[in-house]
């Protein structure tokens, strides 16, 4: 091993020309700083070749997840670490970090965000995105809206199969906002193929203000519903957030008493599907939009 003094200045000269050639600039960057430190005696040989392949790895990675990110249309970044669990208690902090450690995704399972509105369920469905990015997994975020926009375009041109390949891609596929709009007509069809092209292949996280009692009414078609509930409750896990929105919570005071109150959601059972068509839901007061 070369003694500090070795490094004159042909070798810095051919180290930086080196570093330029294997495309590592922030190696570069940092190479004086680390060089002085060396000579200084604050840092031995082997802790500077440490840092400086910690500072280009560093640079590699934080890039490879902005690229990995915005590639799966996570645009608003969310963390667990921003989330106030104590302003819902009735998450189960635990079970949300177990889910942060990602097993599910090897698992091809689906997990289920239900609440009202403004209770964090995109929230913490991107947080648990920017988790599997982290980790390298492959995410791709979108609303039930875009979703069945794609698709619907795609049938009209001729490319359904080779869109719904796309969305079979990632290995986590997160749908947000399902029940907010109507889905339009053909559009429970499209979601099927979808979903069923990726069970057990594919994990998901849907979101959604409805309880599955209601999706038949959400997709227009209960015989749709119930398969695609058929899938999307066999490896599943819910989470049902029973609280107050989190934008209103300064307003709560001026909020009417249906919308203040802790409103939830009927409980994940396929069966009330069958129910005669016509009755009110029972939830139709939660119909605010995000
Ligand atoms: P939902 O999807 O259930 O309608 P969001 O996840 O979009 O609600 O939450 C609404 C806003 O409030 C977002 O900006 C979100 O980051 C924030 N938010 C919601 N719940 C919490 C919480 N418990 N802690 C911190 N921020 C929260
Ligand atoms: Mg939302």
């Not at 190479?31 to 031995?44: A, F, P, T």
């Not at 969310?78 to 942060?100: E, N, V």
């Not at 959604?208 to 398969?227: H, K, L, Q, Y």
């Not at 396929?270 to 995000?290: E, S, Y």
């Amino acid at each position: 091993m070369s003694a500090p003094g070795d490094l004159t200045p042909s070798t810095l000269e051919r180290i930086r020309h080196d570093l330029v050639g294997l495309k590592m600039p922030r190696a570069l960057e940092a190479l004086d700083q680390v060089v002085r430190r060396l000579e200084h005696g604050e840092i031995g040989a082997l802790e500077a070749i440490d840092m400086l392949l910690a500072e280009e790895l560093t640079l590699r990675e934080n890039s490879r997840i902005k690229t990995a990110l915005r590639m799966g249309r996570l645009a608003t970044i969310k963390t667990l670490s921003g989330f106030d669990f104590s302003f819902q208690p009735s998450l189960d902090r635990d079970r949300i970090l177990t889910l942060a450690q990602l097993g599910f995704i090897g698992r091809c399972e689906v997990v289920h965000f239900l609440g009202p509105p403004g209770t964090g369920k995109s929230h913490l469905a991107i947080a648990l995105g920017v988790e599997a990015v982290k980790a390298g997994r492959s995410v791709y975020f979108c609303t039930l809206a875009d979703l069945l926009g794609q698709l619907a375009r795609a049938e009209r041109e001729g490319r359904l199969t080779e869109r719904i390949r796309f969305f079979c891609r990632p290995a986590l596929l997160i749908v947000d906002e399902i029940g907010y709009l109507p889905v339009v007509p053909g559009g429970g069809n499209l979601f099927f193929q979808l979903v069923n092209a990726r069970y057990e292949r594919g994990a998901m996280v849907l979101t959604s203000n409805r309880g599955f009692a209601e999706w038949g009414e959400v997709f227009g078609d209960p015989v749709v519903a119930t398969a695609l509930l058929d899938r999307l409750l066999h490896h599943a896990l819910v989470i049902q957030i029973e609280g107050s929105s989190y934008r209103l919570r300064q307003h709560a005071d001026l909020m009417p008493e249906h919308v203040r109150s802790k409103a939830t959601i009927t409980p994940p059972t396929p069966a009330p599907l069958r129910r005669p068509r016509g009755r009110p839901p029972k939830n139709d007061h939660i119909t605010a939009t995000t």
